[in-house]
């Protein structure tokens, strides 16, 4: 018999949004008359706005006559659409950056799993707790770790302990680390990084010669001028980082699928003997084998959101989560509630009522509000005592869950 990846076997129960899911569905099931609101899963609740809906239209029209008729893609993506995101999305911001070290995607969650592929697995990685679960996951399956102790804590990562003390601030690793995963707007805690303290980070990885995957897949709901979009802002970034972003929340791309990774032509890394060698080059290789690109429509939906009238409709969707975001955070705030986030970012982490656990406040949540949330616990060990309210949904929902958890929590 063929033998299995056992590394997977050493992953802890679900993946935590399945998970969510299948209590959900355990609730509804036996509560079929139960208005339950959903801020679990930060998944988008509004539609595609009309200049990127035109956009994906003429795509798919395309598709309809020989003529404009498109097939395999390139598998880095269109040059059209890497044009665009160096001009819009990365030019205003002073980062000047090719269209070859941009790279179209389905996505970032794919994209942050994909790049474990070009690393050795010798390399020392540092994650924050509570993280994004896929960058801790995805290096158990690659298999860079040991198995996980009592608290969760695989043998062979570095985790950044990010709590109330620290301001959710991950600490520069007292070890020497080769890779660092940074999520700026943060998921789950929403808190974002300064200058300041990214510029830390950049001369930590260019001290130890390290590289930082910075994903910033929540960059456009940043409200705060001071706060960076992109890691290329610091001095020196592009020797040492590759960035990931998304439409999936910027644009309500959950299900369209789209996204982009740069990995800028001077990120150098070493062979097994001591020679230089590029990552973007070892990048495109791998995406040549093994992507065939993004749809065309997607593409052609995606060069739209940075158009002027596709981008200043988005900026309404995100302004009104960001109008969530603060119904959310100052409701419960006023209630009595410790909430933190909501402000650079579309998600609210507060502290359980109650000194409660995290599945324990999520089932009483559930239970008695109908409400649904992600249990801090879920992002790492440190995320225990707190929960992740996500501010994708419909406004009604949001101000009906915050007075639900206020009647019941409130002071
Ligand atoms: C989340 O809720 O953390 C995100 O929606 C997950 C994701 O983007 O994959």
Redesign the pocket.
Do not use: E, L, Q, R
């Given at each position: 018999m063929a033998r299995i990846n056992d590394n997977y076997l050493k992953l802890q129960a679900g993946y935590l949004?399945p998970e969510i899911s299948r209590r959900v569905k355990a609730f509804t099931d036996a509560n079929p008359d139960a208005k339950v609101i959903r801020l679990?899963?930060?998944?988008v609740t509004r539609p595609l706005v009309p200049a990127v809906l035109k956009a994906f239209h003429e795509g798919v029209d395309d598709l309809a006559k020989g003529e404009t008729f498109h097939g395999y893609g390139p598998e880095q993506g269109y040059s059209w659409l890497a044009e665009v995101v160096a001009e819009k999305a990365y030019k205003p911001l002073g980062v000047e950056l090719k269209t070859s070290e941009i790279f179209i995607s389905d996505g970032?969650?794919c994209d942050s799993a994909n790049l474990l592929d070009i690393f050795d697995l010798g390399n020392k990685v540092a994650i924050g707790d509570p993280v994004?679960p896929?960058y801790n996951d995805t290096n158990v399956m690659i298999g860079r770790t040991g198995k996980a102790n009592e608290k969760g804590y695989y043998e062979g990562i570095v985790y950044m302990p990010c709590t109330e003390e620290n301001n959710f601030t991950p600490e520069l690793p007292k070890e020497k680390v080769d890779i660092i995963y940074l999520c700026s707007p943060n998921?789950?805690t929403g808190t974002a990084a300064s200058k300041e303290e990214l510029k830390q980070w950049v001369d930590y990885a260019r001290a130890n010669d390290a590289i930082i995957f910075f994903d910033a897949?929540y960059e456009a709901f940043i409200t705060q001028a001071d706060i960076p979009h992109s890691i290329y802002e610091i001095e020196g970034a592009k020797e040492c980082a590759i960035e990931i972003r998304s439409f999936?929340k910027t644009a309500g791309f959950?299900g369209v699928r789209c996204g982009f990774i740069v990995v800028p032509e001077a990120l150098m890394g070493t062979t097994e003997t001591g020679e230089r060698y590029s990552f973007n080059k070892l990048w495109s290789r791998r995406t040549s084998t093994k992507f065939n690109g993004a749809s065309y429509p997607v593409q052609k939906a995606a060069a739209a959101v940075y158009s002027d009238e596709g981008w200043a409709q988005v900026q309404e969707v995100i302004d009104y989560y960001m109008e969530n975001a603060r119904i959310i955070r100052e409701g419960l705030t006023e209630a009595g509630i410790t909430c933190y986030g909501g402000v650079n970012a579309p998600y609210i982490w507060l502290k359980t009522p109650e000194g409660m656990s995290s599945w324990d406040f999520f089932d009483k949540l559930l239970n008695e509000c109908f409400v649904v949330g992600?249990p801090g616990s879920g992002f790492g060990p440190s995320g225990e005592g707190y929960f992740r309210l996500?501010a994708f949904g419909d406004r009604e929902n949001v101000e009906t869950a915050v007075s639900r958890i206020r009647e019941k929590w409130g002071k």
């Open positions: 949004f679990g899963i930060g998944d970032s969650k994004y896929v998921n789950p897949a999936s959950t992600t996500s």
